[in-house]
C-alpha cells in the first residue's frame, strides 16, 4: 500500500492551497520553509522581507542608521546567517536594541556565524558613569536574541553602550566563540553585562567578557550551562537579580575563570520578591583570582522589590519569599580574594533549603566571611 507522510502531505495541500488562491508554488514553499536564495545586506535599506525571507543572509560592512534596530528577525527555520564584515552602529539617545536576532516560531532554528568579525557599539559615546540608571538614554540590550534557536557564535561585540548580549532563545541554544569587549569603559562604562539570560535550554561557551557589570545575569530559566569562559573587570558570574514570580533551575557553571572582579559566583534575590525560586545550582572546575569583595556571594537582601532600577544594592535584612537551594560545589573552585575582601558571604531567609554540599570549594585570602545558613557540608565559613 503506497504511504503518504505527513510532512508530504501538508506541503502538497500548501501547494494546492497556494493555487487556489492565486499565488505560485514558490511562494507558497517560501513561505513555510523559507527561500532559497542568498540575501546581501549592506545598509539599512536592505533589510526587507524579502531579504530576511531567505535562507541564507550574509551581512557586509557598513554602518547602520542611528535610533534603527538592524533587525534580523522573522527568519525561517533553518536559516544561516553571515556577518562578513564589521557593522557600526549610528550614535543615538533611543532605547534600543542595535541588533535583533530571531526566528519566525518559537521552535524555529538558525546559524548566526559572525566569522570573527565585529559589531561595535560606539560605546565611548554614550558612557557618562551613569549607566542605565540615568545620563543620556542609551540603547540596551546592544544585541537581542528574541526568538527560536540555533547557534550564535564567532562575534566581537565591541563597546555597548550599556549591556550588551541579551539571550532569550525559546529553542535550545549555543552561544559560543563570542567576546565582549568593553575594557574601554573602566572608568565611565556601567551596567555594560556581558550575558543577560532570561531563557532555558541554553548554553555558553568557550566566550570572553570584558566589562564593568556581570559578566553572566540569570534572570529566569532552567537548564543552563555557562562553561569554559572568561570573565574579568566586572562584577562575576551571577544568578539573579531574582524578581517576584521568577523561576531558576537546573544551572551548571562549570571551568570558567574570572579575574580582577568585583565578586566572584554570586546569588541574588530580591528584598521582598515573593513566589520565585532558585533550585540545583552546581559550580564545578572554576577559578577566581583578584577579587575585591566577595569570593561567594548568596544573598536575599538585594535591592528592594518596590524601587524598579537596574541596579541595587543590599540592605543587610533577608526576606522569606524566594526559595533557594541546593546549591553545590564539585570537584575544585578555586578562589583568592584580596586583601579587605571575603571568601565567603552567605545570607538566607527562612527558604534556603536542603544541605549545600561545599566540598568542592577552596578559598584563600581575605578573612573568610560569614554564613547563617546552617546545612553547608564539606567546607567551614
Avoid at 524555529?108 to 560606539?122: C, I, K, L
Avoid at 579587605?340 to 527562612?350: D, H, N, R
Amino acid at each position: 500500500m503506497l504511504q503518504i507522510s505527513a510532512a508530504f502531505a501538508a506541503t502538497a495541500l500548501a501547494l494546492l492551497g497556494a493555487q487556489l488562491a492565486g499565488a505560485s508554488p514558490s511562494t507558497a514553499l517560501g513561505a513555510h520553509f523559507g527561500k532559497r536564495c542568498t540575501a546581501t545586506i549592506k545598509s539599512a535599506s536592505d533589510v526587507t522581507a524579502a531579504n530576511l525571507a531567505c535562507t541564507t543572509i550574509n551581512i557586509e560592512s557598513f554602518t547602520m542608521t542611528a535610533g534603527k534596530t538592524l533587525a534580523i528577525t522573522g527568519l525561517a527555520s533553518g536559516t544561516t546567517v553571515n556577518l562578513l564584515g564589521e557593522v557600526t552602529f549610528g550614535v543615538s539617545n533611543w532605547a534600543g536594541p542595535l541588533f535583533s536576532i530571531g526566528t519566525s516560531s518559537d521552535s524555529g532554528t538558525f546559524t548566526f556565524n559572525g566569522n570573527g568579525n565585529t559589531f561595535n557599539g560606539q560605546g565611548a559615546k554614550y558612557w557618562d558613569g551613569k549607566g542605565t540608571n540615568g545620563g543620556v538614554t542609551k540603547p540596551h540590550p546592544m544585541l537581542k536574541i528574541i526568538k527560536g534557536g540555533g547557534t550564535f557564535k564567532d562575534v566581537t561585540v565591541l563597546n555597548s553602550p550599556a549591556q550588551a548580549v541579551s539571550v532569550g532563545n525559546t529553542a535550545t541554544m549555543v552561544v559560543s566563540a563570542v567576546t565582549i569587549d568593553n575594557s574601554a569603559g573602566t572608568s565611565l562604562g556601567h551596567n555594560t553585562d556581558c550575558f543577560d539570560v532570561s531563557a532555558s535550554d541554553l548554553t555558553i561557551t568557550g566566550s570572553t567578557c570584558k566589562n564593568q557589570d556581570d559578566c553572566l545575569a540569570i534572570n529566569k530559566g532552567s537548564s543552563i550551562t555557562f562553561s569554559n569562559n572568561k570573565c574579568s573587570g566586572g562584577h562575576g558570574i551571577s544568578i539573579g537579580s531574582i524578581a517576584s514570580d521568577k523561576a531558576v533551575s537546573g544551572v551548571t557553571i562549570s571551568g570558567n575563570t574570572i579575574t580582577n572582579s568585583v565578586n566572584a559566583l554570586r546569588i541574588k534575590t530580591i528584598y521582598g520578591a515573593t513566589d520565585a525560586s532558585v533550585e540545583n545550582v552546581v559550580y564545578s572546575g572554576n577559578t577566581a583570582s583578584g577579587i575585591t569583595s566577595y569570593g561567594v556571594v548568596i544573598e536575599q537582601d538585594y535591592g528592594d522589590v518596590d524601587v524598579i532600577a537596574e541596579n541595587g544594592s543590599p540592605n543587610g535584612t533577608a526576606t522569606n519569599g524566594v526559595t533557594l537551594g541546593p546549591v553545590t560545589f564539585s570537584g575544585t573552585n578555586t578562589i583568592a580574594v584580596s586583601s579587605g575582601a571575603k571568601q565567603v558571604y552567605v545570607l538566607c531567609g527562612t527558604k534556603c533549603t536542603g544541605t549545600w554540599n561545599w566540598s568542592g570549594l577552596k578559598t584563600s585570602g581575605g578573612s573568610a566571611g560569614s554564613s547563617n545558613y546552617k546545612s553547608i557540608t564539606g567546607y567551614t565559613v
